[in-house]
């Protein structure tokens, strides 16, 4: 995505995957394919992620001919993007149930989620390390810079209907419980070079939340002495820790379009957690001429260690134990398959979260083919991380009563983890109950094998889209119905 400043994480592969249950984590309108859903507990939805939009760990660290690395930060600083992300996740899922009843599936679901997105401006960073020459009379700024280390539970119930015309909805409630925080709230710092003495002029308005099991020793000035952790609180205590709640919200719809068209959206982590445990919140503010140029050669790490310690020491920090709220941050998904025949699904699929100090994005294109019944092979590429090295893969093996499936949004980056930005990969077993019970018999309200549109193309070989295609008894949505239903809307078209 050379040239973008966006950067996605998570599961783009996953998006269009319907046949795998998780597939609901990221629209929650997609249905049960059998009457039963039982995750296996922790083994269920394994998922881990990291990337960042500058740098490989070989380009940072340099290998030299005497066999060590040496760190390259001129380098890496020199190519930097306008803001970077630098992003590492773990989501567990440690238990999963699911049953379909009628045109209704309904989803409960424990998952244990720790995310880590950094973000990093350019302009900032490059005035500190190389000093002001190249801003001569202009102003940097450093607001982009953001660090929200977050570790939560989420408890989930989903509900996903199929309604008029064999489109599917879904929402989903969320009861949070924060465990770990840290996160930049506020970040209004600039640096200003004067174009005749070249001094540096910092103001700046910083606040700094956290809640983690450690605490603050300050100065007789009141200045940051030590950071001690506390040896009061197990880890126990911080795993089922209740006392910071927060709730959220997705929804999302699946649109069949023609016979071979299926257009689908999704809304995430619309909610808040309130941190009210093991607080510390650290504020300053003020204003600083920096003088030392002429002292100091210009550029390099001597430099940049002198102006970040004049800097702090400059600032008005005062440390308080306050509650406060952060806010999840919402991720916006769309999707379209197409249909070329009964066993190959092309795709396109779109991504973007909003973060405090930036917007990121990716874009992936995928084919999904089924060779045989219950066997499925994924192929895409995902344009994400400033890199044109995002092409991800995927299996499904099974489906009634075992399934297997594991999926990654960067393969190279598997195989050879030091020479990629993206290290992505999500794989579990799920049990599906019920399917051979009720295939080919009369479901609930009279449907047709429990479930209609949306599953009934994955027995016959489609495993990916919710549209297949159109048989003599088919109405025009391209949707199964039965004979005299299909008997009595031809007659209303026709009077």
Not at 236 to 242: A, R, V
Not at 428 to 438: A, I, S, T, V
């Amino acid at each position: 995505m050379s040239g973008k400043e966006g950067a996605a994480q998570h599961d783009p592969m996953m998006y269009m995957l319907y046949e795998v249950p998780e597939s609901n984590l990221l629209n929650p309108a997609i249905s049960l394919a059998c009457p039963w859903y039982v995750g296996l507990p922790a083994l269920s939805s394994v998922h881990a992620n990291y990337g960042n939009s500058l740098f490989t760990y070989n380009q940072l660290f340099t290998k030299q001919a005497t066999g060590e690395r040496r760190i390259e930060a001129e380098k890496i600083i020199g190519r930097m993007h306008r803001r970077d992300l630098l992003g590492a996740e773990a989501h567990l899922q440690l238990l999963a149930l699911g049953h379909r009843w009628g045109k209704n599936s309904f989803y409960f679901t424990i998952t244990e989620k720790e995310d880590l997105p950094l973000t990093l401006p350019a302009e900032g960073v490059q005035l500190l390390w190389n000093g002001n020459t190249p801003y001569e009379g202009k102003k940097a700024g450093l607001e982009g810079t953001g660090a929200y280390l977050k570790h939560y539970r989420e408890y989930a119930v989903t509900w996903s209907h199929e309604g008029w015309n064999g489109i599917y909805f879904g929402v989903r409630g969320k009861l949070l419980f924060g465990k770990l925080d840290l996160s930049t709230t506020r970040n209004h710092l600039n640096v200003t070079t004067d174009a005749r003495t070249f001094n540096l002029l910092f103001r700046g308005d910083v606040r700094v939340n956290t809640s983690l099991p450690v605490e603050v020793v300050t100065n007789p000035d009141g200045s940051l002495n030590d950071l001690v952790l506390r040896d009061d609180v197990t880890v126990g205590q911080l795993l089922f820790n209740g006392r910071n709640p927060g709730l959220a919200v997705d929804a999302g719809v699946i649109v069949p379009y023609g016979e071979r068209w299926t257009f689908s959206a999704s809304l995430l982590d619309v909610g808040f957690i309130r941190w009210r445990s093991y607080l510390n919140n650290m504020t300053g503010r003020g204003a600083m001429v920096y003088r030392g140029i002429d002292q100091l050669p210009q550029g390099g790490e001597s430099y940049f260690n002198d102006l970040i310690d004049a800097l702090v020491n400059s600032f008005h920090v005062r440390y308080v134990q306050e509650a406060y709220t952060t806010w999840l941050p919402p991720r916006l998904l769309g999707g379209a398959s197409y249909q070329v025949n009964d066993r190959l699904i092309a795709g396109v699929q779109g991504e973007m979260q909003v973060l405090p100090t930036k917007l990121v994005s990716s874009v992936t294109l995928t084919g999904q083919y089924s060779p045989v019944k219950r066997v499925s092979l994924l192929l895409g590429y995902t344009a994400q991380y400033n890199s044109v090295m995002s092409l991800g893969g995927g299996l499904v093996l099974g489906g009634d009563p075992v399934q297997f499936y594991i999926v990654s949004a960067d393969v190279p980056g598997l195989i050879r983890p030091l020479e990629t930005r993206n290290v992505n990969v999500r794989f579990g077993f799920n049990l599906l109950l019920g399917c051979r019970e009720k295939r080919g018999a009369e479901g609930k309200n009279g449907q047709e094998g429990g479930s209609r549109g949306l599953h009934q193309s994955r027995e016959r070989g489609n495993t990916s889209s919710p549209v297949r295609f159109r048989p003599s008894r088919h109405c025009y949505s391209g949707m199964p119905v039965k004979e005299k239903a299909y008997k009595k809307k031809i007659r209303k078209r026709k009077r």
